[in-house]
């Protein structure tokens, strides 16, 4: 379970905040998408449920005990740095301190990726790349898993087949999924709840409301 109360933050430490005042909770084998306008202050609540940054006010609590991120395809887009595909995982791998070396080859296999596991990772497509990074994700078999925006530069089928495994691992594998989204559609389709962060702070709310909002604020049907 995670439960962040009363979270005060902003990067000089004095208001204006960007989060003010926030509570947000989220049960076991839930799948959550956090949505909300640029600068809502979705990747600050994330980077803090991360521990990477820590509230000036407030408290936050995540029971679960194994935590992997999956950052942006795009994050290393324009990086020409000399690495494959498996050797960036088998370092991850070893940096979680898991012996079994074919640990990297069904992390591969279980987004359909064994065939570039020998391509740098700077010659692969946004699809391509962010299926590599759910593959480095899920090698420590997470049971929470946090995503930033994972259909961002990603081609349409990639996209679809994306989804359709992280749907799989929420619902076979009962793996905590939290999604900073843009993608309204895979956001009604694929959430059990949804978060919307506005002002600072946010509310919970169903798939269903959600998609009525969207249609009251004239986003159209989704």
Same mark, same amino acid.
């Given at each position: 379970?995670?439960?962040?109360?009363?979270? +005060?933050?902003?990067? %000089?430490?004095?208001? #204006?905040?960007?989060? !003010? *005042?926030?509570?947000?909770?989220?049960?076991?084998?839930?799948?959550?998408?956090? =949505?909300?306008? !640029?600068?809502?202050?979705?990747?600050?609540? =994330?980077?803090?449920?991360? $521990?990477?940054?820590?509230?000036?006010?407030?408290?936050?609590?995540? %029971?679960?005990?194994? %935590?992997?991120?999956? #950052? /942006?395809? !795009?994050?290393?887009?324009?990086?020409?740095?000399?690495?494959? &595909?498996?050797?960036?995982?088998?370092?991850?791998?070893?940096?979680?301190?898991?012996?079994?070396? !074919?640990?990297?080859?069904?992390?591969?296999?279980?987004?359909?990726? /064994?065939?570039?596991?020998?391509?740098?990772?700077?010659?692969?497509? $946004?699809?391509?790349? /962010?299926?590599?990074?759910?593959?480095? $994700?899920?090698?420590?078999?997470?049971?929470?898993? &946090?995503?930033?925006?994972?259909?961002?530069? &990603?081609?349409?089928?990639?996209?679809?087949?994306?989804?359709?495994?992280? @749907? @799989?691992? *929420?619902?076979?594998?009962?793996?905590?999924?939290?999604?900073?989204?843009? *993608?309204?559609?895979? =956001?009604?389709?694929?959430? %059990?709840?949804? +978060?919307?962060?506005?002002?600072?702070?946010?509310?919970?709310?169903?798939?269903?409301?959600?998609?009525?909002?969207?249609?009251?604020?004239?986003?159209?049907?989704?």
């Amino acid at each position: 379970m995670i439960c962040a109360e009363g979270l +005060y933050f902003s990067y %000089t430490g004095t208001a #204006p905040w960007i989060l !003010n *005042n926030l509570c947000f909770t989220a049960e076991d084998g839930e799948y959550i998408s956090i =949505v909300g306008s !640029n600068g809502a202050g979705k990747s600050t609540l =994330v980077k803090l449920l991360l $521990g990477l940054l820590s509230p000036l006010r407030g408290s936050i609590s995540v %029971t679960q005990d194994r %935590t992997a991120f999956v #950052p /942006q395809a !795009n994050d290393l887009a324009d990086s020409h740095f000399p690495v494959t &595909v498996r050797e960036m995982l088998d370092s991850y791998r070893r940096l979680l301190k898991i012996k079994d070396r !074919n640990r990297t080859d069904e992390a591969l296999a279980a987004v359909g990726m /064994q065939a570039v596991s020998d391509r740098l990772i700077s010659t692969l497509s $946004g699809g391509q790349r /962010q299926k590599v990074f759910i593959a480095r $994700g899920i090698i420590g078999d997470p049971s929470l898993l &946090v995503l930033d925006e994972p259909s961002a530069g &990603v081609d349409p089928e990639s996209r679809k087949e994306i989804y359709a495994y992280l @749907k @799989k691992l *929420n619902s076979e594998k009962t793996v905590t999924i939290l999604s900073v989204e843009h *993608n309204l559609d895979a =956001v009604v389709r694929n959430s %059990t709840a949804i +978060y919307h962060m506005s002002g600072g702070s946010g509310h919970m709310c169903s798939p269903e409301t959600y998609r009525r909002e969207l249609v009251f604020a004239g986003g159209g049907a989704v």
